[in-house]
């Protein structure tokens, strides 16, 4: 019924940015907060930065000064734009986010609100010269 699809990771080189984008689709009703997670080679995911539905934003300390994360409301959409990357953000990059949708119910012509939260597939991004 949702789905969450990342896209634009990649290779880059120290130094050099990238941006990586989150559309969320199905019978979405409203879209809360929406994140980006990441987890390096060998390590636990771990939050990379989340934004709210009014726009407020927080960071990892990590991050702060070179990430950005912004979103399209009336796309559903996320981003991360990724400036001064460096070889330790190298990671796969998912995308979640909480939200309410529509689902039927089963046996009735039907449909109830449910909220949940949901995971991308992941997309690697690699910081290497």
């Known amino acids: 019924q949702v789905q969450l699809v990342e896209s634009g990771g990649g290779l880059v080189q120290p130094g050099g940015s990238l941006r990586v984008s989150c559309a969320a689709s199905?019978?979405?009703?409203?879209?809360?907060?929406m994140g980006w997670y990441r987890q390096p080679p060998g390590k636990q995911r771990e939050l990379v930065a989340n934004?709210?539905?009014?726009?407020?934003?927080d960071y990892a300390d990590s991050v702060k000064g070179r990430f950005t994360i912004s979103r399209d409301n009336a796309e559903n959409t996320v981003y991360l734009q990724m400036n001064s990357l460096k070889p330790e953000d190298t990671a796969v990059y998912y995308c979640?986010?909480?939200?309410?949708?529509?689902?039927?119910?089963?046996?009735?012509?039907?449909?109830?609100?449910?909220?949940?939260?949901?995971w991308g597939q992941g997309t690697q991004v690699t910081v290497s010269s």
């Open positions: 979640n986010a909480d939200l309410s949708f529509w689902q039927r119910v089963q046996g009735q012509d039907m449909m109830a609100l449910k909220d949940g939260n949901y």
């Open positions: 199905g019978s979405i009703f409203r879209v809360n907060t």
């Open positions: 934004i709210t539905n009014s726009g407020s934003a």
